[in-house]
């Protein structure tokens, strides 16, 4: 029997934290995967664990228990160090604050993942002007933040995630301050990025988002709702 190897495999995994002399269970015992170039929305209600499933799938977050393997790699296995290298190389964030450097250009915000990378500065001019131009922001590439709409913001904060081309995009509620419209465009655009090969996984509390994503997996008080 062949086996099958997924993109992402989520095993017997756990997160507690402790308040005070409480225990707070986060997650509780997730198994489930997640396959290349698969577009999946993380569905729950606030306070239901998803966030923080994401920053453990994003190698953020150290599990209390269990592993999370990425290409069949323990992530949790790998030294600070290294986690740092693999999210570097392997994965965009997207944040629901955008958290964008207020007094960076939009071109500029977008150059900050490859300062680690050692591209040439000509290279990186060439590459952040590529996504900004994919994001629909040719225009205002030497605006700041504060000059931009809050859809205009998200689709830098899109630009700076995939500019150094990562195959796993995780995005935290990015349509989270938008409006209806916008963030459809929002969604259409990770859309289109996962056409093109990307596997994107999306945190969200709104259900109309389900319909841009090929699966939903969805969160409760901490577990895997099948």
Same mark, same amino acid.
């Given at each position: 029997?062949?086996? !099958?190897?997924?993109? !992402? ?11 005070? $002399?409480?225990?707070?269970?986060? =997650? ?6 997640? $396959? ?13 664990? +998803?966030?923080? @499933? ?12 269990? +592993?999370?393997?990425?290409?069949? @790699? ?6 600070? /160090? ?8 392997? =994965?965009?964030? !997207? ?5 964008? =450097? ?8 977008? +150059?900050? *993942? ?7 500065? +000509? ?6 002007? /590529? #996504?900004?131009?994919?994001?629909? @922001? ?19 904060? =899109?630009?700076?995630? !995939? #500019?150094?081309? *990562? ?5 935290? /509620? ?14 259409? @655009? ?5 056409? $093109? ?21 969805? #969160?409760? $008080? ?5």
């Amino acid at each position: 029997m062949t086996q !099958i190897d997924h993109l !992402i495999e989520v095993r017997g995994l756990k997160k507690t934290y402790q308040s005070g $002399d409480t225990c707070i269970d986060a =997650i509780r015992n997730m198994d489930f995967f997640i $396959d290349d170039a698969e577009f999946i929305t993380l569905m729950g209600r606030s306070g239901s664990g +998803k966030s923080t @499933l994401l920053s453990i799938m994003g190698a953020l977050n150290h599990p209390t228990q269990g +592993k999370v393997l990425v290409d069949s @790699l323990d992530i949790y296995a790998l030294t600070a /160090e290294q986690r740092a290298d693999f999210r570097s190389e392997y =994965i965009g964030f !997207i944040f629901q604050s955008f958290q964008l =450097i207020p007094y960076l250009t939009v071109l500029e915000n977008v +150059k900050l *993942p490859m300062a680690v990378t050692g591209t040439k500065k +000509k290279l990186q001019d060439r590459m952040a002007r /590529e #996504v900004i131009d994919r994001v629909g @922001l040719t225009a205002k590439s030497l605006r700041l933040p504060d000059q931009l709409s809050g859809g205009e913001q998200e689709r830098v904060a =899109i630009a700076r995630a !995939i #500019v150094n081309k *990562p195959p796993l995009i995780l995005a935290d /509620e990015p349509t989270g301050n938008l409006d209806s419209k916008t963030a459809g465009d929002i969604m259409m @655009l990770l859309q289109s990025l996962n056409k $093109d090969g990307h596997t994107v996984i999306v945190v969200t509390h709104n259900p109309d988002m389900e319909a841009y994503s090929d699966r939903t997996i969805r #969160v409760q $008080d901490g577990e895997y709702m099948a």
